[in-house]
């Protein structure tokens, strides 16, 4: 067990640039979890994949934001036309669901987004 | 709508002393419960979780947490805090149907040697 792994873990960008963070989960993980914290802020979740299937996303994920994960393992998160709100730390989580919902996640070290 | 609050944001306390961190929340049907710590430098490690049974559970490092259902609570607390406790604390729910968390804002704990 390698733990959630994240990269990169930090990116610079101007406004107005395309970014792209890659997730991987715990091996044997079926669901993966996006999340986005701000300063002072609690995790906001954003979206989740159970196997390559996205089951939710947030009200608030803007349609700059996509995510996939094409082969139920690894993840992307890509924002389109960077703005300086998007500037936060993103959070990925993986976990292994269960009948009747008993989850714990497990969370990566974050990319850190700062647009200029 | 769906939320969790936590009552103290910034929570500083000497070596020795007892800790208890206030969480509230609010979400309808069968709730699980979890405390999350930050260490400096660190990513988001699990400290603990209710999904049924006994109300009150034991977590890593002493802490322990109880749901009061009718209060619609989920106290952290551990009995004396040491230097090393210090750390930002997240609480978060999530429901049965869903695997999505939602967390409080956090209290930051820093403990005086």
């Known amino acids: 067990d390698t733990g959630v792994s994240q990269d990169p873990r930090h990116k610079i960008t101007k406004r107005g640039q395309n970014v792209t963070f890659r997730c991987d989960p715990i091996?044997?993980?079926?669901?993966l979890y996006w999340y986005r914290q701000t300063l002072g802020q609690g995790p906001e979740f954003l979206t989740y994949?159970?196997?390559?299937?996205?089951?939710?996303k947030s009200r608030l994920l803007s349609d700059r934001f996509s995510a996939e994960r094409p082969k139920g393992s690894f993840s992307t998160l890509e924002i389109q036309r960077t703005e300086q709100g998007d500037s936060a730390m993103y959070l990925c989580?993986?976990?292994?669901?269960?009948?009747?919902?008993?989850?714990?996640?497990?969370f990566g070290p974050g990319t850190r987004l700062l647009v200029l | 709508a769906q939320s969790v609050s936590q009552h103290n944001h910034h929570v500083i306390l000497s070596e020795a002393a007892s800790l208890e961190l206030g969480c509230n929340y609010s979400?309808?049907?069968?709730?699980?419960l979890f405390w999350y710590v930050q260490y400096p430098g660190q990513h988001l490690q699990l400290l603990l979780k209710y999904f049924s049974g006994d109300p009150l559970v034991k977590g890593i490092k002493g802490f322990e947490a109880e749901f009061i259902k009718s209060k619609f609570s989920f106290n952290l607390r551990k009995p004396s805090v040491q230097w090393s406790d210090t750390a930002e604390y997240f609480c978060a729910v999530t429901g049965s149907n869903t695997g999505k968390l939602i967390f409080g804002q956090g209290t930051t704990l820093q403990v005086k040697p």
């Open positions: 979400y309808g049907g069968t709730v699980n």
């Open positions: 989580a993986s976990s292994s669901s269960n009948v009747g919902g008993l989850e714990t996640q497990y």
């Open positions: 994949f159970q196997n390559e299937a996205q089951l939710e």
């Open positions: 091996s044997e993980h079926n669901r």
